[in-house]
């Protein structure tokens, strides 16, 4: 079972242009230490400028970046290690360089326990984008949400 599933992730990967792993590893390796040192508004806003529009690439397979960026945020030590607020960032900043229109989403809940988790997530047309199925977002009361018109 194992192998068959490295092998769909493989699959995946290799249809990822040596250019976007590069680039997809390189903000996987910035922008997690700038989620300890930056506050959100200003990171988001460099992660994604309002002035700056990058026009849609059909040659980008957002499954398979999604892949790339969790393989190698898994692979790094604290404080790259992925969170979703990591993956977020990441794929969010990716996905606009890509011409897509996403939004970053952070929304917060009360666990079994009373006590309170946070989740981020990315948001296209109205949906959860690229989730990788862990809990659902609709648990979640969104405190925020980020898209490039919106931080200019």
Not at 47 to 54: D, L, Q
């Amino acid at each position: 079972m194992r192998r068959r599933r490295a092998g769909r992730a493989s699959g995946l990967i290799r249809r990822l242009t040596p250019r976007w792993r590069l680039r997809a590893t390189s903000a996987a390796l910035v922008l997690p230490i700038l989620v300890h040192l930056a506050p959100m508004t200003r990171l988001v806003r460099w992660a994604a400028p309002a002035r700056m529009r990058y026009p849609d690439d059909p040659t980008v397979d957002d499954r398979a970046l999604a892949e790339w960026v969790d393989r190698v945020l898994s692979r790094l030590p604290p404080p790259w290690r992925g969170t979703c607020l990591k993956r977020a960032v990441v794929l969010y900043h990716l996905l606009y360089r890509a011409g897509r229109p996403v939004e970053l989403t952070i929304g917060v809940r009360r666990d079994a326990g009373g006590a309170l988790a946070a989740h981020a997530w990315l948001v296209r047309d109205g949906a959860p984008y690229l989730e990788p199925g862990r809990e659902p977002v609709e648990r979640f009361q969104v405190l925020t949400t980020f898209h490039p018109e919106s931080t200019s």
